[in-house]
């Protein structure tokens, strides 16, 4: 299966989702996270960062989203969870 980085204007595609993941974390600008503030990569660790550490709720009034972004979200970290090592990516980020 090959993974596509999804940031808007990037066309990079990956063999695996870890390299997609690397690629977002180390190739794009980090972003601001509209409900606290803080600095995170963009793509998968900006979803990840919005919804493991913020309600649906604040991500909803935060962003602008709607049930259908939601669900789309957490059905991409779904995906990305079940196929990716989240431990080697992270080990990889900390290097």
Request: hydrophobic share 35%; glycine share 6%.
């Given at each position: ?12 595609v990956?063999a ?10 180390t190739e ?19 979803i990840?960062h ?46």
């Amino acid at each position: 299966m090959a993974w596509e980085c999804g940031i808007e204007g990037c066309n990079e595609v990956f063999a695996d989702a870890e390299s997609a993941v690397l690629h977002q974390s180390t190739e794009h600008e980090r972003r601001e996270c509209k409900v606290c503030g803080a600095i995170v990569p963009d793509g998968y660790l900006a979803i990840r960062h919005a919804f493991s550490e913020h309600s649906r709720a604040e991500y909803v009034r935060a962003y602008g989203a709607n049930a259908e972004d939601v669900r789309e979200r957490e059905e991409l970290l779904d995906e990305i969870e079940t196929e990716a090592d989240i431990k080697a990516i992270a080990s990889e980020l900390k290097r």
